[in-house]
């Protein structure tokens, strides 16, 4: 089939095209920017369009010959009118596919109770009424699952670093409320496996044995062989209980706040029509989606993350122009661009950044403070980068093997910052230049740049050396 897949850098997006793709289908991605997706294992194998569902003008012609549409675009973890957004695109996609897209897929959420009219996060009920409209214009088969299990899933990485840091834990009493988690795997073929068949049009409520959010880090430390200690008392707002998380987790407040608030109720569905429709789906228990998801992430095989998907500010592109300002150090490397390559696009994460490890780690723990993402989002894979992924408090802007990387800053700061490496030949070895670049905005911007120059003058001299001095010891081994 002719196959359209909107959310492909997202978590669950960049997993179905591989899927879809082994099934024998012909796949069209829609993205904002061709960029996001150009280092992709499957990019070579879709046919990539630029567009914005935000934009009614960039849709013509993109739905053309389109059998069935993927949907798995949503707001979630934004800030302002997310619920405006996600209304506004899903009306725009509903009226670019009217025309000819024979099957929409979508991938909404579990409601407390499975039903309308129950208490719900605004997130939650957001996703739902996406999935009310375009089931009112289109053919639809909307999935609802309630939290994802697997490996670089948001819900995973929530329980297991809670799990991980927190030998004992105070808990607010819902903890004790039942959800309903399904394994990412199955969720895939839930999603494969309903293109081009006309008996699955509306709600398809998915997942597995329902457990308490309490039993989810009670099975994630006896996988891990941890002893734990849960007390659940009536503590903790559910908005105070997320900035916890934002604290202690790599997930960022805006996103940790609607996965919070998605359990204050109990979130159980009804499965039974999915068993039915689709009796080769067994969902794994969560116990199985854990282990899976530990062993894949051990192997360092993560093929996405939550954090795939740009979130918070908007995408900035670096201009050279004027009220930028910048520090470039050079060093004449006796290494090849190669090896200079490998050892600053393997910075952050496990690995670090290097030099000053205490001073990175207090900037991360103030950014994490103030509701910036801090330094634990790590990063998917220890030598590999594409644009787009984020890394620590940076988001790869853009990556050029072997000779160019560009981060973004995405730490709270009073203004735009990046931090840049480039490997050119050089007559001996590799000249290796490092940048870093920020646009302030008013006078807080400016006072915030001058005040930290000392700093950075000794932070980013000492990382420049470090990676100069990695890349002639050969550090880190190539894959």
Do not use: C
């Not at 503590?235 to 790599?250: D, K, S, Y």
């Not at 911007?445 to 930290?452: K, M, P, R």
């Amino acid at each position: 089939m002719h196959i359209l897949v909107t959310g492909a850098t997202g978590y669950i997006g960049g997993r179905l095209i591989e899927r879809l793709l082994h099934e024998g289908h012909e796949v069209r991605v829609l993205v904002r920017s061709a960029q996001r997706v150009a280092a992709r294992p499957w990019s070579e194998d879709v046919h990539v369009v630029e567009a914005d569902l935000l934009e009614p003008s960039t849709l013509a012609g993109v739905l053309d010959g389109i059998d069935v549409a993927y949907y798995l675009v949503h707001a979630m973890g934004s800030s302002g009118d997310f619920a405006l957004r996600d209304r506004q695109a899903a009306r725009n996609f509903v009226d670019a596919a009217a025309q000819g897209v024979g099957q929409v897929i979508y991938l909404g959420g579990i409601l407390p109770g499975g039903r309308e009219g129950n208490p719900a996060s605004t997130h939650l009920s957001s996703r739902a009424e996406v999935g009310q409209i375009l089931r009112e214009g289109l053919s639809t088969t909307e999935f609802r699952a309630g939290p994802i299990i697997g490996s670089g899933s948001a819900s995973f990485e929530m329980v297991r670093y809670l799990t991980e840091r927190l030998p004992v834990m105070v808990a607010p009493k819902w903890i004790l409320n039942e959800v309903q988690t399904i394994g990412t795997a199955d969720i895939i073929s839930y999603l494969v496996q309903a293109a081009g068949r006309t008996d699955v049009e509306g709600i398809l409520e998915v997942g597995a044995e329902p457990l308490t959010f309490k039993r989810m880090m009670e099975v994630y430390a006896e996988v891990r062989g941890l002893p734990r200690v849960i007390i659940p008392l009536p503590v903790l707002t559910p908005r105070l209980a997320a900035l916890w998380v934002g604290l202690v987790t790599p997930i960022p407040n805006s996103l940790a706040v609607p996965l919070v608030e998605g359990i204050v109720h109990p979130v159980v569905g009804d499965p039974s029509r999915a068993l039915r429709l689709f009796p080769r789906i067994r969902p794994a228990s969560y116990r199985q989606a854990v282990e899976r998801a530990v062993e894949r992430t051990e192997a360092g095989d993560v093929v996405t993350r939550w954090s795939d998907a740009a979130g918070g500010a908007p995408r900035v592109r670096f201009a050279d122009r004027e009220g930028v300002v910048r520090e470039v150090r050079t060093r004449i490397v006796d290494a090849t661009p190669d090896a200079v390559f490998r050892s600053f696009v393997s910075l952050g994460g496990e690995r670090g950044w290097r030099v000053w490890g205490w001073a990175w780690a207090i900037r991360g723990f103030i950014d994490r403070v103030v509701g910036g993402p801090g330094l634990r989002r790590g990063r998917r894979h220890p030598i590999e980068l594409r644009p787009g992924e984020s890394v620590d408090f940076w988001r790869v802007e853009e990556v050029q093997a072997p000779s160019f990387l560009r981060l973004r800053a995405e730490m709270r700061v009073p203004g735009r910052a990046w931090l840049q490496f480039e490997a050119l030949p050089a007559e001996r070895g590799t000249k290796l230049v490092q940048t870093a670049y920020f646009a302030p905005v008013g006078f807080l911007g400016w006072l915030y740049w001058y005040g930290i120059y000392p700093f950075h003058a000794l932070i980013f001299s000492a990382l420049v050396a470090a990676v100069a001095r990695d890349a002639e010891r050969g550090l880190p081994e190539a894959d």
